[in-house]
């Protein structure tokens, strides 16, 4: 086996790595080759080796060879002030024809060729973080007692509340892709499993061309009993995102800085929390913002995007919790507490990333609650788990490429995401 090009050592070396540009002088040859873990100046001296050099010269931009050779310092190598002198080279795959795309074709043009796409720097850094962000959540829930589990896609029934499900024929009857695995989270409560977590595939069949939605995404939720309240769950999520955040910042801060010129910023606790109608007449005494009282129940889009300067200029955060909204788009299995759904959406710097909630888990309250949004056919196996006793509990639902997304500040979900599904898009 090779060696990753960031574990070369000084004296004799063997690695592979992919074409990133060749620079033909008159007696050397200069090419930078790279892989997963970096990038290395390979030099060539053509009188001592003009057969490298004209391996080289052939290649286009992408195709991989083996290199052989000796690493030395240098402190003319501007690359990591090391270059290898090479003395053989064995090509393992040639390119066929220059890449179709450049840093001037947009996302969708690149979305076409998104393998090709993927092999720029940025591109790599941001699923590193992510692998980074979702490995930190994983490592402090297991700390915290937390099981994994893996729930199915495949479902009988809508999973939450609506038409925005994709319909499949399922031999001679027909399924459904899971909205969320919010059923089964609290299956598992039922179940006595106490505090579980999943990170896989969701599937929303909504017709929007936003710049934070897609058709499938990666979900990560949990779900966590012997709760007091709302309090307890919201306690749980911003601790989790700050340890998270705070792993992502050590471990790539500055690459981050450097590459998106954004500064990741480890929050203090606890966030800031504020009650719906609270925040609209903040928005209103601040911004001017104002909207019909009858809409006033839930958070509109343009006061979701006002959060980032309220959060920023009331409290000097990034994050805000938002309280008490009104039952009628609330889930219908959201605890109520003198009418009040029990819940609260997250907002990151103008977009919600979360919604929280404690659950109602008395089986009488639970399936009166499913009756008044017409559901309680639809969602009578559900209903079902809470007919032998369940304790409190309570969880959310994070969207970890729009989560990615608004670490990186990037423009569009589509940057994040490793292959985008959207209403037009199905492949690659």
Not at 37 to 55: L, N, R, W, Y
Not at 375 to 386: N, S
Not at 394 to 405: P, S
Request: proline residues 4%; hydrophobic residues 35%.
């Amino acid at each position: 086996m090779t060696t990753q090009i960031s574990k070369l050592k000084v004296g004799q070396v063997k690695f592979q790595g992919m074409i990133e540009t060749v620079r033909d002088k008159k007696s050397i040859q200069f090419i930078v080759l790279k892989d997963f873990s970096g990038k290395i100046q390979v030099t060539v001296d053509k009188t001592t080796h003009p057969e490298i050099a004209e391996v080289f010269s052939k290649l286009l931009t992408g195709s991989t060879v083996i290199v052989e050779g000796e690493l030395v310092k240098s402190d003319f190598v501007k690359l990591g002030g090391q270059e290898v002198l090479a003395s053989s080279v064995t090509v393992t795959s040639s390119a066929l024809e220059p890449y179709p795309i450049g840093p001037e074709s947009n996302i969708d043009q690149r979305i076409d060729y998104r393998w090709l796409d993927l092999r720029q720097d940025k591109n790599l850094l941001i699923f590193k973080v992510e692998s980074c962000f979702t490995g930190a959540m994983q490592e402090f829930l297991f700390k915290n007692d937390f099981i994994e589990f893996h729930s199915p896609k495949l479902i009988a029934t809508a999973s939450e509340s609506g038409s925005e499900v994709f319909e499949v024929k399922y031999f001679d009857g027909k399924a459904y892709l899971a909205q969320s695995p919010q059923f089964y989270k609290q299956m598992a409560i039922c179940s006595g499993f106490g505090r579980v977590f999943e990170c896989g595939p969701v599937f929303r069949a909504e017709k929007s061309h936003s710049r934070k939605h897609a058709t499938e995404f990666t979900g990560f939720d949990l779900e966590f009993s012997g709760i007091e309240g709302l309090e307890d769950v919201m306690k749980m999520e911003e601790e989790l995102l700050t340890y998270a955040l705070k792993k992502v910042k050590e471990e790539y801060g500055e690459q981050i800085k450097e590459t998106f010129g954004v500064e990741v910023v480890v929050p203090t606790l606890p966030f800031p929390r504020i009650k719906l109608s609270d925040l609209y007449d903040e928005l209103e005494k601040r911004y001017g913002y104002t909207i019909d009282d009858s809409e006033k129940d839930d958070l509109s889009t343009e006061g979701e995007k006002l959060c980032k300067q309220f959060a920023k200029d009331a409290y000097n955060h990034e994050f805000l919790f938002v309280t008490d909204y009104g039952p009628r788009k609330r889930a219908f299995y959201h605890l109520r507490k003198d009418g009040i759904p029990q819940g609260c959406d997250l907002i990151w710097k103008g977009v919600e990333v979360s919604t929280t909630a404690q659950r109602e888990h008395r089986y009488e309250i639970l399936k009166k609650q499913a009756e008044e949004k017409g559901l309680a056919k639809d969602v009578e196996f559900y209903l079902q788990f809470f007919k032998y006793g369940c304790l409190p509990h309570g969880g959310f639902g994070l969207g970890v490429d729009r989560i990615i997304m608004n670490l990186l500040e990037l423009a569009n979900i589509k940057e994040a995401m490793f292959i985008y599904r959207g209403p037009e898009r199905i492949t690659p």
